[in-house]
């Protein structure tokens, strides 16, 4: 009997601990995402914030774009000029994106495959001739001219940019996924 009611004890005790420490930990996970649910509209966003979601709606918009000859579902790469399905795309800078002036350029930013965005830097002699073809050399020249135009962000831009590419990006006929 002993025996038997010191086993029972051994089951019970931690069944009996185990519980109310996992609620306990549940709740305090739970008031934690209160918590910050809470404090998020009142923190100012950062610059850094503010340039991301404008880049993003900006990338959006882009990809949109340049998917509608395909029904929103696919893409025309600028550099290589594959076909690919849309969810292969990336909105490519041919003036690299540390140059601000045209960093929200609709004409200095198309579709384009990641192989070439990501692996090939941007496979910028062919980005080149498909920009070319598509807008014209006299367009590339001046694009290229404007490189080193300084020009200084400010976050009241980044958030207007970010609203006004959302919006735009709505107005196409087809939305991509
Ligand atoms: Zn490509």
């Known amino acids: 009997m002993n025996h038997e009611k010191s086993l029972k004890m051994k089951i019970k005790t931690p069944l009996r601990r185990k519980s109310p420490l996992r609620s306990r930990s549940m709740k ?37 774009r340049d998917s509608q000859a395909y029904e929103g579902r696919a893409f025309r790469c600028i550099s290589c000029n594959r076909v690919l399905p849309i969810t292969q795309a990336d909105c490519g800078h041919y003036v690299n994106r540390s140059h601000m002036s045209l960093r929200f350029s609709e004409q200095n930013c198309n579709a384009q495959c990641r192989h070439c965005n990501r692996f090939q830097e941007g496979n910028i002699q062919d980005y080149r001739k498909g920009l070319i073809k598509k807008i014209g050399e006299t367009k590339v020249l001046l694009l290229e001219a404007q490189k080193n135009v300084t020009n200084k962000i400010t976050s009241f831009e980044l958030e207007l940019l ?7 990006t709505k107005k196409f006929k087809y939305q991509i996924k």
Not at 29 to 41: H, R, W
Not at 162 to 168: F, P, Q, S, T, V
């Open 28 to 64: 305090s996970e739970k008031s934690k995402f209160e918590i910050s649910e809470i404090k998020t509209p009142t923190r100012k966003a950062s610059r850094s914030t503010l340039m991301r979601k404008a880049d993003d709606a900006f990338s959006v918009f882009i990809r949109t």
């Open 162 to 168: 970010a609203k006004h590419y959302k919006a735009e």
